[in-house]
């Protein structure tokens, strides 16, 4: 039996998630939580025949919402608009993501928080801190989902091997089989996100197209945003990435075997964090390496793909790594004070 709530239930990415999640036989309890709406997302949900009871929460009833959830799910706060970076919403998400994870602690501590919220490399270290202060922090339970980073990566490198060979390969070709070969590590915006070819060859084969691999991973999220010009940003593939991740806690619960994710974790007390960080050169605290699950929590984060990586993609990481500083710094500034 496992209780999964969503905070955030009735917008862009709530919506389909949601909906995902209803279809999912691991979920015993569907709670759905919002400021708005999710009373009706919840009805319409429930006239689905799944298994998942489905229950939608009022502005003023988060406690009963997250009340025994083993899973939290967090796509609340606003979106970004054309012109906009992800660091433009701290000053909004930042606050929300403090007070529904203030709910986490008081209602649902032991709960597994997969946090969606932008700007995802300050929301991570603000639940974070969020809950140290209360004392109900447990490393390996808040994850910052990187998922639609690799989604994207998997989508991209398929399209440009596709685009070199399209002289020699079939026009029946199967994308979800030719994209295994690469995964993302790092934070989760712009020059944070590092897309980290598996199998090396593949970047001289993508030759001059590698760089414009990397920069549309990088900046995926904006090509949204301006498609959908002032109407929001990444809301269906990010569905469909956040509940790949939350499909694979899902599994770990129910002591599935479950193949490493990346998410972007607290790597002190994590195994293999500190080495992570040694082999970064830095103290940073929050960063993204494929991951272990038990239990539907992290235990251990893979530090050997950091030995495995190219030049080109030891020179991204550097970049990143002094970008993601500044962001975990305003995060816990936040929390702490002095800001
Ligand atoms: P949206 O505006 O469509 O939906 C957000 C929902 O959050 C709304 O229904 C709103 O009522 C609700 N909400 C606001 N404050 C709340 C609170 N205190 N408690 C509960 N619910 C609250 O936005 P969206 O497109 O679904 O995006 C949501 C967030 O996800 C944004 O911050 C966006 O940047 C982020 N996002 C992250 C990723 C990622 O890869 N991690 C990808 C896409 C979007
Ligand atoms: C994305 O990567 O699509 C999300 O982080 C949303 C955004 O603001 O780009």
């Known amino acids: 039996m496992v209780k999964v709530a969503v905070v955030g239930a009735s917008g862009g990415i709530g919506q389909p998630l949601s909906l995902l999640l209803k279809l999912n036989p691991l979920v015993s309890d569907l709670a759905l939580y919002d400021v708005r709406l999710a009373q009706g997302v919840a009805k319409d949900l429930s006239h689905i ?20 959830a083993h899973v939290v799910l967090i796509p609340a706060g606003v979106p970004r608009k054309p012109g906009m970076t992800r660091d433009d919403l701290f000053k ?4 929300i993501v403090k007070g529904i994870v203030t709910a986490i602690g008081q209602y649902c501590p032991d709960a597994r928080i997969l946090i969606i919220s932008n700007p995802v490399n300050s929301t991570v270290p603000i639940a974070v801190e969020t809950l140290k202060a209360m004392g109900k922090f447990y490393p390996g339970n808040v994850m910052g989902v990187t998922t639609l980073d690799v989604v994207r990566a998997e989508t991209f490198l ?11 390969i079939s026009k029946q070709y199967d994308k979800t089989k030719m994209c295994k ?8 915006s712009g020059n944070t996100i590092i897309p980290v070819i598996k199998k090396k060859p593949l970047i001289s084969t993508l030759a001059s197209a590698y760089d414009e691999f990397v920069h549309r991973v990088q900046f995926g ?10 109407a929001g940003s ?9 509940y790949r991740f939350a499909e694979q806690v899902l599994k770990s619960i129910h002591r599935e075997n479950t193949a490493p994710i990346p998410t972007y974790v607290y790597l002190p007390g994590i195994a293999n964090g500190v080495k992570a960080q ?13 991951a272990n699950l038990l239990d539907g929590r992290v235990t251990s984060v893979d530090d050997t793909i950091l030995d495995s990586l190219s030049p080109q993609e030891k020179k991204l990481v550097e970049r990143a790594v002094k970008e993601l500083e500044t962001n975990i710094d305003k995060g816990k500034k936040f929390v702490n004070g002095n800001s």
């Open 181 to 188: 070969d690469v995964t993302v590590i790092g934070g989760h």
């Open 49 to 68: 025949s799944t298994n998942a009871v489905c229950r939608g929460y009022d502005k003023d009833q988060i406690g009963e919402a997250l009340r025994g």
């Open 221 to 230: 999220g904006d090509e949204v945003v301006k498609a959908k010009d002032g």
């Open 234 to 242: 990444a809301t269906l593939s990010m569905a469909l990435a956040g």
């Open 158 to 168: 398929a399209d440009y091997l596709i685009a070199q060979k399209k002289n020699s």
């Open 92 to 95: 909004i998400n930042a606050g």
């Open 278 to 290: 040694a082999k970064l050169s830095t103290s940073l605290e929050y960063f993204s390496l494929p």
